[in-house]
Structure formats: structure tokens, C-alpha cells
């Protein structure tokens, strides 16, 4: 239900009557009325008459029964109050319907979402956590809105990297430790001899060759630590309650076969230069601080292929082959360039057309107590299951300390940086995971200790009125929380509601109220239920009846 849409709908006929033009008329919440429009005011200029007598001929105009009253008030707002057995209606059947009263979009897209993608033979560390949070809430939220969501884990599970690990590990008879915690000792191995031994530079360079021209053992020691690495991302999943699952792995190797192609397709359409012996590609409006272009590196001087090929290869299966409307990147920010000069790129050679979006969805760092980027006390990137480890002991349910860890990730808004507090994460108070879990398990708790069937419901208590107000800004919520892809917004809403229904509680007897009124109650208490349970589903925040 979008009452702003709604109103906006009925108050458009009358503004448009009046102005002898079509006329947005802004439909906004406010504190001084259920909603309000200012678009009078900013009408007054143009039609060069009093904003008042403008509100006026479009309150007399606009035709809003049964939905709400028009008063004009101030200098010229229009302020709407809607009806309250309007509300009781609207809610009984918001109550009814098993998607509360928010219908699947009209226009479904097929929208591939890249998220998580980790990298091979490391740990996942904190950096990974917020993109595996964030674009999970995504994916849920745009394939609960009915979308087609193809969800894709972009592992790094390519490239020179693997040469040095793979020597090793085919020297290192210690080398098939099964833990990956294990993996990460054994990669730092590797690093040292790689930066200290040049005989075994020499090694790793070569099994790099080995690797991509497809030699059998060279394979068969990549798909060891491929095999040894996703199942410790699918456990780390497992543990977040991640809807990423192994058939969403589709690593940077996936597209090995087609980056030659796209340097030669590139290459065809004049779009590579050469720089130092690496195919470049240099795409309008991207410079350095020096005010030179900047190069996104295609092919590599010593023949081989990054990042960005890989990058672009895939763009293109996500759009020819999969069929995407809606590309989604969710990647730090300090990747923004980088994609933007990918999407540059594939706009230029024809991969990218106009029809498909791309959009990289940034976001900011975890930050420790000090202020700089989360590190352990010895300096080392924080593991990401040692924190879990550590959600699990500190929280007296290891779902609350999960969820805490989740919806302090997702409650602020995604491109800024946060800093990573136990107190502050696991406090029962505050715009916080426990706060939500608490009102929603105390909910449960009413509608069982309740007796009698939830029935229709009347607004009698203004304490019930907003409650039901605030009930039906779920919808607006989500499609605010959509569009810019903004998980935070929803977060907001919930934390609005579950604080409003604590108002509501305190002043408003349910269980020892007379049987009509108590069934009224009891529909709002249950449907406040099922909206907070909907809403920390799609932020991918478990609900737990009781605690
Ligand atoms: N593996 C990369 C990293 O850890 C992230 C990959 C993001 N996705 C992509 N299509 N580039 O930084």
C-alpha cells in the first residue's frame, strides 16, 4: 500500500486543473499532518498568485473520499489526514494478503548481482563481509519485489597469484592442509619465497603457463585449492545465512576461454593501445591526478590477462548469454574507477548496450576503535570466521550475535565507513539487531499469551492510529530501499515501527482489553509481527519467536 501515491494520484487531476498544467503535487510525510503537500508554494512564481488561494482551488478541486480530508494551512501547504475507518480498512487488507499489500513490480527485471567474491586460497576477511551482507539484503529484496535474480560469486580464482601458490604447493609436501585457515599460512609461505628465492620466481612464472595452456597436474593442484576454498566460503555462509550457494560460483577462470577474444574483438573496434607492452584500453574522461588518461590494462606485457579483461568477459556473458537488464557490482568503493571504466569500455566495444544498466554499488570500510581499517592487535586483516567466532561467545544466542554483526553492517547507509563495536552492535537498545529481535520476539510473545482470534480492526487511540500509519509505510519503505539500493532504508523503517509499536504497547491494553477491542489489537500486533519478520528477511537478519 503507497498512501503518498495514492494521494499524489487523486491531488494531480485538481493541481493540474488548477495550473492548466501537469503538476507534481509532492506528497511528503510530515510532522504537522499524515502527509503534506507543498506544491502550492512552489507553484505561486510561476502562476504569479498567492500560494494560499492555489491550495484552496486545489483542495476544493481534489476529489480524496474516501481516503482523507484537505486542510490548507501556513503560507499554502495542503495538509492530509486520512480517515481513520479509511486506515482500518486499508490495513484489514494489507492483513489479508500474504505479501502485505505490496503487489510484485509490473515490470520485472532480470538483474545479475555480483557479490561476496572472495578470493581463492585466502580466508575471506572483513572487506568480503560487507559485500556478502549487503548484496544478499539486495538480492532479497529485488527478487521478494519479483525480479529475476541471477545471483553471481565472482571468485578470484585466476590469474599470476597462482603460480607462486601452486609451485609451492606442488613442492611443499605440507601443502594440502585441509582448513583454509591453513591455506592462509601456506599463501604467506609461498609469498615469502616468491619475494626472497628467484629460482622460484622463475617456477611460479612458469607454472602460471602451465596453468592457463591447461597442464594436467597444474590443473589438478588448482582444482584442489578451488575444491579446499569454496567449501570454506559456503561454511562461512552457512554461518551468516547467506542465500549464496555453489551454484552461484562462477570464478574469474569461468572466462579464461574468451579473454583472448575480447582483446582481439577490442583490438578490431580500435579501442587498444599499446603502453609499455600491455594492451591498453583508454576510455573517454578517465585521467590520472598528473591529468594523463588513464589505462585500463586489457592484456598485460607479459601476455597474460587481469582483472579487467576478466571483468569485461564477463560483463558480456552477464549480458549476451544470461540476458541481464541490470548488471549490480557490489565491490568497495575503492573500485569505483575501475568499473567505471569496465562499463566505459563495454559501452564502447557494443557489449554494454543502452538498454542494460550497470552499476557499481560501492561501499565504505569497517573501521576498528582507532578510527583505521579493522586490523587484529598484531596488525594482521581481521579473519572474517574469527569474528564470527567471536559473535558467537559474546552474544548470549550465536542468531543475535550474527544478526548483530549484520544489521549494524546494514543500518547505516552503505557508502560510509562504520566503525566495528561489540557494545554498540549487541546493545538491546538503539537502532540495533537485538533491539529488533527483542520487540519482534515480544510480539510473538503477546499474540500467544493473547486470547481470542485477531479480527478486524478500528482505529479508536491515536497510539493505534499511528501505529497503523506506520504499518503502512512498509511498502514505500521497500521501494525506497530499491531504487538506490539502499538496504539502510529498510533497516530505518523497521526500527521506526518496532519503536512506534513499543509507544503503542505502553498506552494501549491488549491481552486484558474487551474482546472486540482485543481482537483489534491482536491484528495489529500480528501484523506488526509479520511486517518486522518480512522486513529482517529481506536484510537477511534471522527472527526468532522467542529468545
Ligand atoms: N575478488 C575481488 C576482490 O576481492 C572482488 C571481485 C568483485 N567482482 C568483480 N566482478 N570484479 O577484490
Redesign the pocket.
Known sequence: MNLEALLHDRLAPAFAAVAGTPVDPAVRSSPHADLQSGAALALAGRLHRPPREIAAEVAAAADLTPIAEVTVSGPGFLNLTVADDWIATALDSIAGDPRLGVPPVTDPKRIVI?YS???LAKEMHVG?LRSTIIGDSLARLLEWQGHDVHRVN?I?DWGTPFGMLLEHLAEAADGTGHSLAGLTAFYRAARVRFDTDEDFRIRARLRVVALQDGDGPTRELWRRLVAQSEKAFLGVYDRLGVTLGPEHFAGESTYQDELAGIAAELAEKGLLTESDGALCAFPAGFTGRDGAPLPLIVRKADGGFG?AAT?LA?LRHRVSDLGADELL?V?GSPQRIHFAMVFAVARAAGWLPETVSAEHIGFGSILGADGKMLKTRAGDTVRLSGLLDEADSRATDPALGIAAIKYADLSGDRRGDYVFDWDRMLASTGNTGPYLQFAYARICSIARRAEGVPGPIRITEPAERALALALMGFEPALTAAAGPREPHRIATYLYELASTFSRFYERCRVIDAEPETRSSRLALCALTARTLHTGMFLLGVEALDQI
Do not use: E, T
Open positions: 555480483d567474491s572472495p578470493n568480503h565472482h578470484g582483472y571483468d564477463a557490482y565491490v
